[in-house]
């Protein structure tokens, strides 16, 4: 079974602003930082704080905050995970 069969990502997968996606902004409430550099550091939270899930899933919640304007794009690339990001209030 994977993680989909058991609904944690379901779960996770909300229209609203969760623990994860708070995690995320304040990863570049001060600085911006490639999407790629957030993801990494992400999965590697030494304080296991975050769910064990695929770098996919931390992806797809990036691009939710930037659509609801929680993040901001401040130099775009050619590749997703290059462009990078700051959280809207750090503006």
Request: aromatic share 6%.
């Amino acid at each position: 079974m994977t993680l989909e069969d058991y609904g944690i990502l379901d779960d996770l997968r909300v229209p609203s602003l969760t623990p994860v996606d708070l995690y995320l902004i304040e990863q570049v409430r001060s600085v911006p930082k490639k999407i790629r550099q957030v993801i990494v550091a992400t999965l590697q939270d030494p304080s296991e704080s975050m769910p064990q899930v695929t770098d996919l899933f931390y992806l797809e919640r990036l691009e939710f905050l930037i659509e609801t304007g929680a993040l901001e794009v401040v130099k775009d690339a050619p590749e997703f995970l290059n462009v990078q990001i700051v959280s809207a209030k750090a503006k």
